[in-house]
């Protein structure tokens, strides 16, 4: 049980290239979530998927697009990379919809800059 | 919508000192609550989580947190500090909707450990 896996750790863009980040679990859960975290910003949420098909904008969704075309698997894509989108970017999961007593596994993270 | 306020940007102890970090939220009625903890390079992991019932809540680590709804608050404390604790430290808040939650994490408090 490797829980929640992010590829790749580390990337290094020029601005206007595309990528992709993917994020895995093997929990069966239901919920998956893409954050992003700046100096002194905590946590933003990016985009959150509620199941294997679904989608849904967080509170920085901008520039970012993302995809659940499996139930373990949700990717973040990156059009046209600009400066401002450096960060560290964390994936995490929850067990089930509905189940108020679940909470978030983290992955550890993947380093992006763009030059 | 909820949100979370960590007052504190660092905080500084000596090892073997008590600790508390301070965490004030905004929802309309009871909320969930949670502390997370980030080591350097690490994803985050759950310290303690608050969703009903006893106010005190015990974690892993040593760690325990008092929900005080007159206050908003939802403090961290441990009554031993020791050098591994050195971290950043990250309160969340989920506001309850069917059941599930999206969670809106605080901006952190880096705890630095005096020898």
């Known amino acids: 049980n490797a829980g929640v896996t992010q590829t790749p750790k580390f990337r290094v863009l020029k601005t206007g290239q595309s990528m992709t980040l993917l994020c895995a679990q093997d929990m069966n859960h239901e919920y998956m979530y893409w954050y992003r975290q700046d100096p002194g910003m905590g946590l933003r949420l990016i985009h959150y998927s509620v199941g294997e098909g679904t989608t849904a904008k967080g509170e920085v969704p901008d520039g970012y697009n993302v995809s659940r075309l499996k139930k373990q698997n949700f990717l973040l894509g990156l059009e046209s990379a600009a400066p401002s989108q450096t960060s560290v970017y964390f994936c995490?999961?929850?067990?089930?919809?509905?189940?108020?007593?679940?909470?978030?596994?983290f992955g550890p993270g993947t380093r992006l800059t763009v030059l | 919508a909820q949100s979370v306020t960590q007052p504190d940007i660092h905080i500084t102890v000596s090892e073997g000192a008590s600790l508390e970090l301070r965490c004030n939220y905004s929802?309309?009625?009871?909320?969930?609550l949670f502390w997370y903890v980030q080591s350097p390079g690490q994803g985050l992991q759950l310290l303690l989580k608050y969703f009903s019932g006893d106010t005190l809540v015990q974690g892993i680590k040593g760690f325990e947190a008092e929900f005080k709804r007159s206050q908003s608050s939802f403090n961290l404390r441990k009554p031993s500090v020791h050098w591994s604790d050195a971290a950043e430290y990250f309160c969340?808040?989920?506001?309850?909707?069917?059941?599930?939650?999206?969670?809106?994490f605080g901006r952190g408090t880096s705890l630095i450990v005096h020898p």
């Open positions: 969340a808040v989920g506001a309850p909707s069917g059941g599930s939650y999206i969670p809106t």
């Open positions: 995490a999961s929850t067990l089930r919809h509905g189940t108020k007593r679940d909470t978030q596994y």
């Open positions: 929802y309309g009625a009871t909320p969930y």
